[in-house]
């Protein structure tokens, strides 16, 4: 942090100073409701909670989840889509969003490898009962062509209970946010214990740094425009047990077509993953969440056509102009 600061100048500093007088409200704000769950499970002995804590029984019919890197990196020469599943994102659904049995069939059978889970209560909107309902469909699916896909738990993380809680569910991974966690390496660790994947999300070359050294290999880039996700992946290990995130977010000037065409970049950049908007994937009909994930892990490339005209070419991959 101390090198951030004397390295930049005055409006970052300031910047940079209110993000973190953000972080710690957020932070304050969760560990309330930490608290206020914590004081549920002394109540109730039969708080699912209390049973994973001390027999490591998990939520009925969910069993163990996909593992995360495993689904994510099977990508076939190109890049994974990461869905998300937003309750207060607005939608071009008549109806609203889907409830999670819905969704999570649809998403799976769209491709997406992934659903992440938006918990908090005032940017995601999702409820307990919505993600354990998710994390239940996914292990029907296991019999199912294509198979199970990984649910995330999104949300600030301020207390291992959370983990524990998320790890009960069902869930693969979780996200951290590396201004929010105060000890970064012991949460992984934790993370670990209750076999999750901890997605950490960083968004400069510092911080991607201090999420390496303290264990993580799954690193979520955000806050950044398409040069700059390049630019700070190349900065980073190639390693190949390092997994790349693109969380991709909206333009001034918002269009379907710039996410898939920063996917496809990406993609040659060598991201193993990107993380759409919401608005990308779910802004006009629900039939167009199929176009719309197909288009964005496609093997087309921008040197041949544009977004536009692969999504209205119903021939799509396999000509070999698009390759």
Same mark, same amino acid.
């Given at each position: ?33 930490? $608290? ?58 008549? +109806?609203? !969003? ?67 809680? *998320?790890?009960?569910?069902? *869930? ?10 105060? $000890? !970064? ?19 400069? !070359?510092?911080?991607?740094? *201090? ?12 806050? !950044? ?8 992946? &190349? ?56 176009? &719309?994930?197909?288009? +964005?892990?496609?093997? *087309? ?23």
């Amino acid at each position: 942090t101390n090198s951030l600061l004397t390295t930049s100048n005055t409006k970052t500093i300031k910047s940079y100073q209110l993000y973190m007088s953000a972080s710690n409200l957020i932070r304050k704000t969760k560990l309330k409701e930490v $608290n206020e769950l914590k004081t549920n499970i002394s109540l109730d002995n039969n708080h699912l909670l209390n049973k994973f804590l001390s027999t490591g029984e998990k939520a009925l019919l969910v069993g163990e989840p996909i593992n995360f890197k495993d689904a994510i990196l099977n990508r076939y020469q190109t890049v994974s889509i990461m869905a998300e599943y937003n309750r207060k994102v607005k939608t071009g659904f008549i +109806m609203g !969003l889907p409830p999670p049995e819905i969704m999570g069939g649809l998403l799976r059978d769209a491709g997406a490898k992934a659903i992440v889970v938006s918990m908090e209560k005032k940017t995601g909107g999702t409820t307990i009962e919505e993600f354990y309902r998710l994390c239940r469909e996914q292990y029907s699916a296991r019999k199912f062509t294509p198979g199970p896909i990984s649910i995330v738990w999104n949300d600030y993380i301020v207390d291992d209970i959370q983990i524990a809680y *998320a790890a009960a569910l069902g *869930a693969a991974a979780i996200t951290l946010d590396i201004n929010i966690v105060e $000890n !970064l390496p012991e949460t992984i660790k934790t993370c670990y214990k209750y076999n999750l994947e901890p997605i950490v999300l960083i968004k400069n !070359l510092e911080e991607a740094a *201090a999420a390496i050294n303290a264990g993580a290999t799954v690193i979520c880039m955000r806050m !950044l425009d398409e040069k700059g996700f390049i630019e700070l992946k &190349n900065k980073l290990p190639s390693d190949p047990k390092f997994v790349y995130i693109a969380k991709l977010r909206n333009e001034l000037e918002f269009s379907i077509y710039t996410e898939i065409d920063t996917a496809w970049v990406l993609r040659d950049e060598g991201f193993h993953c990107v993380w759409p908007s919401p608005e990308a994937l779910y802004g006009t009909t629900i039939s167009d969440i199929y176009s &719309n994930v197909i288009a +964005m892990k496609a093997k *087309a490339g921008r040197k041949f056509l544009s977004p536009r005209q692969f999504l209205m070419d119903r021939l799509k991959e396999g000509a070999q102009e698009y390759l």
